[in-house]
């Protein structure tokens, strides 16, 4: 308000200099466009309110083009000129609070949105930028298996934290690969020299139960611990192929047709067939030509044909679909589903079969993963599915 004040005696100060230096100059019109205005005045009235100089007082006047009122501060003075007598009136308008207040308010809200979405995109840019290479570690992390040939090499920061991250991970990496390699080989390597003890033990047990004069409680254990031998060196010739078939062994590939080694393998159940009364039904639409291991893949398809077989029910049924690269062998069994977190986990058995190590669908997972296949399992209404995508 003082500021108005001031420009308002300023404006009356400049009007006098104006008028004393051209006094010829018309002042009693009263000109719209002007922002003051002389009124004569007689002088008995001049003398009466000269004495209080300037007086400052708030007005309102009617603006057309807003068709309202709009506050005006105003400044009334006596003044003689000319050897005439005047007062004057000087008007200037002023922001009414409402509107000063709207006006900052608005002013304040739009820097505070500009601000906020300066500071949201800068923060989202510099963060990204910042936190990169920690995602690229995790997405490395992410991806890695202890059994595959090479460790993952993380990328370099200039971030201390992330430097110091990236030579604890390399370290863990290389020490978990470095334990997992001592652990297959040493597997590997007991299970080959297991292999010929056991053998040896074998014959001459069976040696031993032909030769001599036995009781038959004594024939009988003897049958036990042959029937325990075989049953270990099974086992650990089993061992010895997941070992293998980690170790990438197997290397040499060809065109292998899927079709027959089907044929080929189902002969090899057909005693089960018979004794649980399990009808096939082969559904062969495409011939499967697959690049692969020969041997691995007839593993694969015996192991998955063993297991429909094994677990299947009196009177159950096997159904083997073969359309291109697509294996499908569905067979009936136990009403629950099997956990699938746990189905393809060495020595995993859902069911309490003695014929069963649980390393058959470990095995057939293994050899679907070193040849980039896809082998998945599915259960609807006691039909269990094993898919295969070569």
């Known amino acids: 308000m003082q500021n108005v004040d001031e420009v308002l005696y300023n404006r009356k100060m400049n009007l006098l200099a104006y008028i004393e230096k051209y006094p010829k100059t018309t002042i009693e019109q009263d000109n719209p466009l002007d922002d003051f205005i002389f009124h004569p005045v007689n002088k008995a009235l001049y003398e009466k309110n000269a004495i209080n100089a300037e007086r400052y007082t708030d007005t309102l006047i009617y603006e057309p083009t807003d068709v309202e009122l709009d506050e005006y501060r105003k400044l009334t003075s006596y003044v003689a000129l000319n050897g005439g007598y005047y007062k004057l009136e000087v008007v200037k308008p002023h922001l009414e609070a409402n509107e000063v207040i709207n006006t900052i308010a608005i002013t304040l809200s739009g820097l505070f949105f500009g601000l906020a979405i300066c500071v949201y995109f800068s923060n989202k840019i510099l963060s990204k930028r910042i936190w990169l290479p920690f995602y690229e570690m995790l997405k490395k992390l992410e991806d890695y298996r202890v059994d595959k040939e090479s460790v993952p090499k993380f990328p370099n920061s200039k971030i201390k934290e992330f430097q110091l991250l990236n030579v ?167 009403e629950k589903g099997v956990d699938k977190e746990k189905l393809f986990q060495r020595f995993y058995k859902s069911s309490n079969n003695p014929d069963s190590w649980g390393l058959g669908l470990a095995i057939a997972h293994k050899i679907a993963d070193k040849g980039n296949w896809r082998l998945t399992y599915s259960h609807k209404d006691a039909l269990h599915t094993f898919t295969v995508d070569f």
Do not use: C, W
């Open 168 to 334: 604890a991970l390399t370290e863990l990496t290389m020490k978990n690969k470095e334990v997992f390699d001592n652990q297959k080989q040493f597997i590997g390597d007991a299970s080959h020299e297991m292999q010929t003890p056991l053998s040896i033990i074998q014959s001459k047990l069976e040696a031993l139960i032909g030769q001599t004069q036995l009781s038959e409680k004594q024939s009988d254990i003897l049958e036990g611990i042959i029937g325990s031998t075989q049953r270990l060196k099974k086992l650990n010739k089993t061992l010895l192929l997941l070992a293998k078939i980690e170790n990438d062994q197997f290397l040499t590939t060809e065109e292998v047709n899927v079709d027959g080694i089907i044929g080929r393998s189902l002969e090899f159940y057909e005693e089960q067939k018979e004794a649980l009364n399990i009808k096939t039904e082969i559904d062969i639409r495409n011939e499967a030509i697959v690049q692969g291991n020969r041997l691995l893949i007839e593993i694969l398809i015996q192991n998955l044909l063993k297991n429909a077989f094994l677990h299947n029910v009196k009177d159950g049924k096997v159904i083997i679909k073969l359309d291109g690269k697509r294996l499908v062998i569905t067979n009936t069994g136990s």
